[in-house]
């Protein structure tokens, strides 16, 4: 029996559900029950009827699985799984924000850990930030954490002034606006799909014909009618749309924008997680219970 069938059969074995982000390697998507960005694995996650889930992600995805199914088993196949941005906030310094203003609300991106969700008003994603903001009070004073480029592009598209963390993710941070003139230059005819959390978002957002979260960009390939694509994000979305597409040409905007956290979990991983019922990754009740408001009124909107 190969690798990928003895993940099956064990899923089947352990009752378990395998949900895979759009950035894991084709492999491991291919094992995936459900395969999606933040917001779809989080939706899932919240329905699903099996009793272990195993997230092929990073942490905060595991946190977010924990936080909506307190009952269930959710494992992570590398507990390294981390992520850059996430760090960058802390919960007490949302406290801090909100000490100062009383009166104001937190924004929390999904990118970010179970302590500071369980501090934040509403969380959110990339696929529906402008959404979730355009939802709070016009004239609430808003924090927005941790990912600045997201922020902007939100500011810019719904016309809310937010008060921005400085934080980024170190793979996205670094498109740039020069990254994409370059990818323009060598492929004139490309389309260029972004992903809100690049850094040429404090550059110019007019470089991208669309700014897209990892599903929309799926989306867009599928109804566009355009055979070339520049895909502004971590590679692994590259490895999905070509497997999709196989005659349309996408290219990446370098073979450097790789998260090393993402890639952490390979077969192997998740066969030994699923047999060994590792790594589990289990909210703390009182933190749980904060965090599932936030992440529960973002599930809401549709
Ligand atoms: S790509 Fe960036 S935001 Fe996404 S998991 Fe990796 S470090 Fe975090």
Redesign the pocket.
Known sequence: MNIQASIRALKAERNAAILAHN?QTMDVQEVGDHVGDSLYLARVASRLEEKVILLAG?RFMAETASVLCPEKTIIIPDLEAG????GMIKSREIRAWKDKHSDGGGVAYV?TTAEVKAESDICCTSANACQVVSSLPENARILFVPDYSLGLYVQRKTGRKLDLWPGF????ADITGDVIREQKRLHPEARVLMHP?CGCMSDSMDLADEVLSTSGMLKACERSTDKEFIIAT?NGMVEQLRAAHPDKVFHPVGEWAV?E??KLHNLEKILSSLKNLEFVVKVPGDIAERARRPIERMLALS
Do not use: G
């Open positions: 950035y990073v992520c850059s941005l996430a990118n993710c170190h793979v996205h959390e971590e998260c956290y993402m």
